[in-house]
């Protein structure tokens, strides 16, 4: 079966169009990439009740096992949205039970 029938999937393909290669598959939707030197971070659809879509993931840009990023944990918010990284920080877009907007910030 392929990687993308199987849950959601982030892959990188080279500017010459050449062969895929997935950094990450099975997963719940991850969406909002952000990239940095060194890792791929994303946040997952949210499922009710599961503590681990509050976060960010990481995975190398050379793919391997997603973790979530324990510096950049979005605590009780009910959601990350978006992810952004600069030099120095990982920053988490998410809404709380209220639907109220917070953006976390996390140095790398």
Not at 57 to 75: E, H, M, Q, W, Y
């Amino acid at each position: 079966m392929h990687p993308l029938d199987e849950g959601g999937s982030i892959f990188a393909v080279p500017t010459n169009g050449t062969a895929v290669n997935y950094l990450v598959t099975k997963e719940n939707n991850p969406h909002d990439v952000a990239i940095d030197q060194n890792f791929v971070f994303f946040p997952l659809a949210p499922i009710t009740g599961d503590i681990n879509f509050h976060s960010v993931r990481k995975v190398a840009k050379t793919g391997g096992t997603p973790i979530l990023d324990p510096n950049c944990a979005a605590g009780t918010a009910a959601g990350v949205v978006g992810v952004a990284v600069d030099s120095t920080s990982v920053y988490a877009m998410a809404y709380d039970h209220n639907n109220a907007g917070l953006v976390f910030k996390q140095t790398k």
